[in-house]
């Protein structure tokens, strides 16, 4: 018990950490792309550094006990995060809808991308402490690849849970139901979980390599095709199957409540 709380005031801390972050970078930097930037960079550092002490609790209480820490911590994220996606296909839909130029999205993805690294250096220094039995020479651990299939599988599993996940958030986007959150939250980390033993389930590619790219297991190219590849393309076959087969039915009906209301 003693080392599931450490555990669970690693991730509080961590939140809280960035919390703060967030807020200072709100209060000090004007409105426009800079601040998105390191919006981007804080919660990405927030994301991974909180998905590697889920891998502690993964590993030795299951996955039960991680899918419930995960969805805490995705309605936790839903309200926190504001403006940041925290995940590079985002800003590629937001590419592909028009809502974004290439080169924000890029640089978005590139502050990701050194947040999501560059939180190990504070994942390692807290692991170092050996407040937790499970700690203890964490930080110099060799890490294996979480992909226990073939690589195309794997990107076919990423790329098809990701576009799951990505239809129901447009759809819960759109819709305004009440408990949104709850049921995004709950249906992705069901994905997750679905996912865990074939691939990993992290439907993010700043996430997987923060986490597991250099692991022994998979090459570049590799993690690239199932974690890069197989996200990147879900998510836009997700853009094209929610706008031409949901967006104008869900807006027209929605358009209707509103009027007879």
């Known amino acids: 018990m003693y080392n599931l709380l450490v555990s669970t005031g690693f991730i509080f801390l961590t939140c809280v950490l960035t919390a703060i972050l967030r807020r200072g970078v709100n209060k000090i930097t004007p409105p426009g792309l800079q601040r998105l930037l390191l919006l981007e960079f804080v919660t990405a550092m927030e994301l991974c550094g909180c998905c590697f002490e ?26 926190e995060w504001g403006l940041a996606a925290g995940c590079p296909y985002i800003h590629i839909e937001n590419v592909l809808m028009g809502s974004d130029g290439i080169i924000n999205a890029i640089l978005k993805i590139l502050a990701e991308i050194a947040g999501g690294i560059l939180v190990f250096k504070y994942v390692a220094f807290v692991w170092n402490l050996e407040l ?40 819960l986007s759109d819709v305004e139901p009440q408990y949104g959150s709850a049921i995004d939250s709950f249906i992705a980390t069901s994905m997750v979980v679905a996912a865990f033993n074939y691939s990993g389930g992290y439907f993010n590619p700043v996430l997987a390599t923060s986490l597991k790219y250099g692991c022994k ?45």
């Open 54 to 79: 889920l891998c502690v609790v993964a590993d030795n209480y299951g996955i039960l006990m991680y899918s419930v820490y995960l969805f805490s911590l995705t309605i936790w994220w839903s309200g």
């Open 132 to 171: 937790s039995d499970y700690h203890v020479g964490k930080a110099q651990e060799d890490c294996t690849s979480d992909v226990q299939v073939t690589v195309l599988m794997g990107a076919v599993i990423e790329g098809v849970a990701t576009c799951c996940c990505r239809v129901v958030s447009m759809l």
């Open 217 to 261: 297991g998979n090459t570049f190219t590799e993690h690239v095709c199932v974690y890069w590849v197989g996200a990147t393309l879900g998510s836009a076959f997700a853009c094209l199957i929610y706008n031409h087969l949901f967006r104008e039915k869900v807006l027209t009906s929605t358009r209707r409540k509103s009027k007879s209301e």
